[in-house]
């Protein structure tokens, strides 16, 4: 079944550095989205990027698509210790007007 | 300004207990979820609702219970609650299915004794 799949599972740098996420999954997708989670909070959402675009920028973060590979990353330039949160990658679930599926999540540790 | 709402934050349950977590959502949205986080697990779907009056089953929609006859409501019921079900529970509603934007409840965190 279709699932998003991050890595790696944890990650730790320091403040200023920049911070690489990979998200894996197994059927086509139309679009694949990135989610970041505070500590005991709700997941908020982070970018969305379409099948037809292979780069999307958002202020410090930029993300990829790879749809041959089947990979999109996630890229925080000069990271802060407010970016320190689990952040995952989700994709849609089956073809049409279906719910999206989530991965495990990378937990990014920005060390001030 | 309220976003999606979950109730109760906390609730600790004796096996074989029943509850309803309950979840609204003020923006209209035609789409809403329900998904559950353990640790080294993520998120996985629970059921989910894509209008009033329908919904379908996510991947571990055993043991729990939906109902949609609001747009603004989707309550999750535990029929029978097992240790198996301790989870933190999210909430989720958007304008459509992937491709939109979801916006998340804040959790429901449900310890089953």
Redesign the interface.
């Known amino acids: 079944?279709q699932q998003g799949e991050e890595d790696p599972q944890a990650l730790s740098i320091q403040e200023g550095e920049n911070a690489t996420m990979n998200c894996s999954y197994k059927t086509s997708?139309?679009?694949l989205?990135w989610?970041r989670q505070n500590s005991?909070?709700?997941?908020?959402?982070l970018i969305?990027i379409?099948s037809n675009e292979r780069e999307k920028h958002s202020g410090r973060l930029r993300v990829t698509l790879d749809t041959s590979k089947k990979s999109s990353s996630l890229l925080i330039t000069a990271s802060r210790a407010a970016d320190t949160a689990s952040y995952?990658c989700?994709?849609?679930?089956n073809s049409?007007?279906?719910?999206?599926?989530?991965?495990?999540?990378t937990r990014l540790s920005v060390i001030a | 300004n309220a976003g999606v709402t979950q109730t109760p934050k906390f609730q600790v349950l004796k096996t074989g207990q029943s509850m309803t977590l309950q979840c609204a959502q003020d923006m209209n949205h035609e789409y809403m979820s329900w998904y559950r986080q353990d640790p080294g697990m993520g998120l996985r779907l629970i059921h989910y609702s894509v209008g009033a009056g329908i919904t379908d089953q996510g991947e571990v929609p055993n043991g729990y219970n939906v109902s949609r006859s609001t747009t603004e409501d989707f309550p999750l019921r535990l029929l029978s609650a097992a240790p198996s079900q301790t989870s933190v529970y999210f909430c989720a509603s958007s304008q459509g299915g992937a491709g939109n934007t979801i916006y998340f409840g804040e959790g429901s965190w449900l310890t089953v004794v």
């Open positions: 079944s997708i139309n679009n989205q989610y005991g909070r709700g997941l908020v959402h969305l379409r995952f989700a994709v849609p679930r049409g007007n279906t719910p999206l599926v989530f991965g495990k999540g």
